[in-house]
């Protein structure tokens, strides 16, 4: 199994920035892709990006420009930069993890980003 533990939320101002980390234990060496997903509250739980590998990304559509996923795979780390941040970038952030087609979360951090 594989456990994942995310940092670096917190509190921003419009158009502000953070930096999330997602540090990866345990099966990691039969992690495929990562990603980071987020949830408002009373909302699904939405993907922001996704990273392979390779190193291969993928974002949405609200996020491109504005937010890079990375990944260290020496640190079994994935990170997110987010920058111009908006209200509605409001949410708890999840690092995905996955292995052999199962799914791995973390915990969750906040976000909020205040107008």
């Known amino acids: 199994q594989v456990q994942l533990v995310e940092s670096g939320g917190g509190l921003v101002q419009a158009g502000g920035s953070l930096r999330l980390s997602c540090v990866a234990s345990?099966?990691?060496?039969?992690?495929?892709?990562m990603g980071w997903y987020r949830q408002a509250p009373g909302k699904q739980r939405d993907l922001v990006a996704v990273i392979s590998r390779g190193e291969n990304t993928n974002y949405a559509d609200s996020v491109k420009g504005r937010f890079t996923i990375s990944r260290d795979n020496a640190k079994n780390t994935v990170y997110l930069q987010m920058n111009s941040l908006r209200p509605e970038d409001t949410a708890v952030y999840f690092c995905?993890?996955?292995?052999?087609?199962?799914?791995?979360w973390g915990q969750g951090t906040q976000v909020a980003v205040s107008a």
């Open positions: 995905n993890a996955v292995l052999w087609f199962q799914n791995y």
């Open positions: 345990g099966s990691v060496a039969s992690i495929s892709v």
